[in-house]
């Protein structure tokens, strides 16, 4: 599935031009196949890929977002691509990023390890003092078979 610059699931939909007071970029990082594109799509669609397309290089997204406090906040979510082979295409997208996911996938303990490396990445290309979330994903899969974990809870909290 391929976002290139479209607005999912704003105001921008229902044809009508929202006016932003703040812009942030926010990157998406991760291992190959964690469920990065999936992530993206539930959250700015409502719905849930079962078998994304995988991501070539970088593609980004935007959403409006109306605050509690009053105004809007345009939202820029870059997807990156997971593989070693994009890794020098998405370093470039790093830049002025305030916020970023770093996902990993709870039945697949290479990619916990990793995050380690993409914790790093982040934290020298992004943003001083981005805002950084660990998002541990594929919990459905779990749910169907606990003995598919293979990061557990304490071991991520830590």
Same mark, same amino acid.
């Given at each position: 599935?391929?976002? &290139? ?5 704003? /105001?921008?939909?229902?044809g009508?031009?929202? !006016?932003?007071?703040?812009? $942030? ?8 196949s964690?469920?990065?594109t ?8 409502? +719905? /849930? ?6 991501? +070539?290089?970088?593609? /980004? ?10 105004? $809007?906040? !345009?939202?820029?979510i ?6 070693? !082979? $994009? ?8 830049k002025?990023s ?13 990619? /916990?390890? &990793?995050?380690?490396?993409?914790? &790093? ?13 660990? +998002?541990g &994903?594929?919990?459905?899969? +779990?749910?169907k078979?606990e ?5 557990? !809870? ?5």
């Amino acid at each position: 599935m391929s976002y &290139n610059s479209q607005v999912l699931n704003t /105001f921008e939909d229902l044809g009508i031009e929202i !006016k932003y007071d703040h812009l $942030y970029k926010i990157i998406i990082i991760g291992d190959t196949s964690v469920g990065k594109t999936a992530l993206l799509s539930k959250y700015l669609k409502g +719905v /849930f890929l079962t078998s994304p397309l995988a991501t +070539v290089a970088t593609e /980004f997204a935007t959403k409006i977002i109306q605050i509690k406090e009053g105004g $809007y906040i !345009k939202a820029q979510i870059w997807d990156t691509a997971g593989q070693e !082979k $994009y890794k020098s295409i998405t370093y470039h997208h790093y830049k002025k990023s305030v916020g970023g996911l770093i996902v990993y996938d709870i039945t697949k303990k290479s990619s /916990f390890d &990793n995050v380690k490396n993409w914790y &790093n990445d982040l934290t020298t290309l992004g943003e001083k003092g981005c805002i950084i979330a660990l +998002v541990g &994903n594929k919990l459905d899969l +779990v749910e169907k078979n606990e003995r598919k974990r293979e990061v557990s !809870k304490q071991e991520a909290q830590a």
